[in-house]
């Protein structure tokens, strides 16, 4: 997108004022993708050089409603293994929660920790002789790359959580229970999630 940056005078000097932010509707429709859309990503990343590792980030990022900063920051020892369970521990001081783990996502954290037994994070680069945690700017990287190659070209980490939420929301869960195992503070960034919800609207087109 190509800035225009607005020059203003103001007492006989030049000053360059930073571009106004487009609103998100104005470059994609939607802010989440469906479930055939997240399986598409998690196949654009299949042939990566770290595979299982991108793989693993698009699930937990999808499944738990993660954060780009959530991802980067998660550890093995929020994995309670013997449960199947995973502390997920929220940015912007959100309210932390303990989520179930399914068996195939186990068993990929377990694969993951067999590359890496070492260290503390679980999403990490390798650095010369070391493993150091993925950045940010990694995770937003690889996203875009396999939106790109799953046809998704406005694709972008954060729909992950938009996803889950709207997932939640589409399969009919209560509105309370959302909100926590997102994290929200305020129930009216959950609300957002139960408006798009289809089943809302179930039996209308019978209706006409």
Known sequence: MKSNVIRASFLGQTHNLPPVRRANIESRTREYLEPKEIDNLIAAVKKNRHSLRDQLIIVMGYRHGLRCKEICDLKWEQVI???????????????????????????SLRALRRKCPDTAFI?????GKHFVPLKESGVFKMIKRAGIAAGLPKAHVHQLRHSCGYRLANTGQDTRAIQAYLGHTNIQHTV????????????????F
């Open 123 to 127: 999403f990490c680069v390798r650095r």
């Open 81 to 107: 293994w013997d449960k199947a369970r995973l502390h997920v521990n929220r940015a912007k001081h959100g309210e932390a929660s303990v989520q179930p783990v399914s068996g195939d996502e186990l068993r």
């Open 192 to 207: 957002r999630y139960t408006k798009l919800a289809a089943n809302r609207f179930l039996g209308f087109d019978k209706l």
